[in-house]
């Protein structure tokens, strides 16, 4: 069915026919695993507009904004320094890659023994479906995982990219690398964009983005009220669209939404009956339209209450000290915060042990669900360590490792459950 964005999809070279396949698939399941949710915020219908619109006015916004001159940098990781970017009068997206189509392409130059985020990523290249990747003027890799940097080199022949170099520890030396790193992408932004990077403008992307944090730091907060007052699969969705929606906006909309939820937890109001088990997630980032297992998690009767992942606390925990005024204390401000990761990609990584069992005791949850995506060395690897320091602070652990197929839905719904009959 034609749509008004036809022209403009065509003219970013994307698969017409496939991309409407795509749109289709992406709209039922959405329907299927939020629309069908009760006592939703009205808030919400914000993110709802703006999902229906993900491949449409967005990408307008971008088009439009690339004819006023301004450049459009991807990203996949949350290590990449967005202040620079914004600082830069640059548009700074999260490229999503949490979809399955695009598979069969990227298996036919990658291992089939990837993880599923390194082939979406790559497929949707290849296939020519997504509308973000087509916009960017730049796209910005990381050594994180030996997959993502080797994937790199491939996707290199593709689009334009520029890989950040990240220490694997946190030492001395690995800092001075790391600001190294951190000066040579501000030389980079600017190059892209054709503008210099002040220490006014600096600042200001640094309160912009501190901002942003703090709105999600509030939506985090309200939601551990009793009764819980909004779903898991609700805030997962703020914080995915936290990566590509306008952060001004996005702002301003979250902001009214946790005026809404801050009412409800007044009011004692809750969207599920007294007595669900509240749990939390921890592992790897969930992307759009990665909802299986929270979707799973709470059709089996929990409540997720916190997400450990970079898209969640690991994203939103450290703000950007403030306080410096000259180009120098901003750019030591940034390395600093971003340091502070504690990707699995670390070693050693104490901090996250840490992080998730004093965030599982803060939150009271009754269990904790370990996602690792198949073939994630870092992730499921470290599953076994964060299993037994929350052992050793008595908060049962299950560990999942899956893909974006549907294959194993039963099978994970079953293990699911058993695992809520434990806890309970
Ligand atoms: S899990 Fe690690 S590699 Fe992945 S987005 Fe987060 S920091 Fe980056
Ligand atoms: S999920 Fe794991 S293997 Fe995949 S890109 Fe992230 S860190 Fe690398």
Not at 132 to 145: A, N, W
Not at 247 to 275: N, Q
Not at 292 to 303: D, Q, T
Request: aromatic share 8%; net charge negative.
């Amino acid at each position: 069915m034609p749509t008004p964005y036809d022209d403009m999809w065509e003219k970013l070279n994307l698969d017409l026919a496939a991309h409407e396949g795509l749109l289709q698939v992406l709209g039922k399941f959405y329907g299927d695993i939020y629309l069908t949710q009760e006592g939703r915020l009205k808030g919400m219908e914000y993110l709802d507009f703006v999902l229906s619109e993900v491949h449409g006015l967005r990408i307008k916004e971008l088009q439009e904004a690339k004819a006023q001159g301004r450049k459009v940098i991807g990203t996949f990781c949350v290590f990449v320094p967005e202040e620079l970017v914004l600082a830069a009068d640059a548009v700074c997206v999260g490229l999503c890659a949490g979809a399955e189509i695009g598979k069969e392409a990227a298996e036919k130059i990658l291992p089939r023994n990837t993880c599923a985020l390194i082939k979406s990523f790559v497929g949707f290249k290849l296939s020519r479906l997504c509308p973000f990747i087509e916009s960017c003027d730049l796209v910005v890799g990381e050594t994180t995982c030996d997959g993502k940097k080797k994937a790199y080199e491939i996707f290199d022949e593709y689009a334009p990219v520029y890989v950040m170099e990240i220490p694997q520890m946190k030492q001395t030396c690995d800092r001075e690398l790391w600001k190294a790193e951190v000066r040579r992408f501000k030389e980079r932004i600017e190059e892209v964009a054709g503008k210099e990077i002040t220490a006014a403008r600096l600042k200001e992307a640094i309160k912009l983005g501190n901002r942003r944090r703090r709105v999600l730091q509030r939506l985090n907060q309200l939601r551990t009220a009793v009764p819980t007052p909004i779903s898991g699969r609700d805030v997962l969705l703020i914080n995915q669209v936290s990566f590509y929606d306008d952060p001004v906006r996005f702002t301003a909309k979250i902001g009214e939404l946790c005026d809404e939820l801050e009412k409800r937890v007044k009011a004692g109001e809750g969207v599920v009956p007294s007595g669900t088990p509240r749990l939390m997630l921890s592992g790897c980032p969930m992307a759009v339209p990665n909802w299986k297992l929270p979707y799973i998690v709470e059709s089996s009767g929990a409540v997720i209450i916190g997400e450990e992942s970079c898209i969640g606390t690991r994203n939103i925990r450290d703000l950007v000290d403030e306080s410096g005024d000259t180009m120098e204390e901003m750019l030591e401000a940034l390395v600093d915060r971003y340091l502070r990761i504690d990707c699995a990609c670390f070693t050693p990584n104490k901090e996250r042990l840490q992080n998730i069992v004093s965030m599982a005791k803060d939150l009271q949850v009754k269990g904790v669900i370990h996602f690792a995506l198949n073939f994630c060395q870092p992730y499921a690897i470290e599953a076994f360590k964060v299993g037994r320091a929350l052992e050793a602070a008595g908060i049962p652990m299950l560990s999942i490792e899956t893909d974006y197929s549907m294959e194993d839905v039963e099978q994970l719904k079953t293990r699911v459950e058993a695992f809520l009959e434990m806890v309970r």
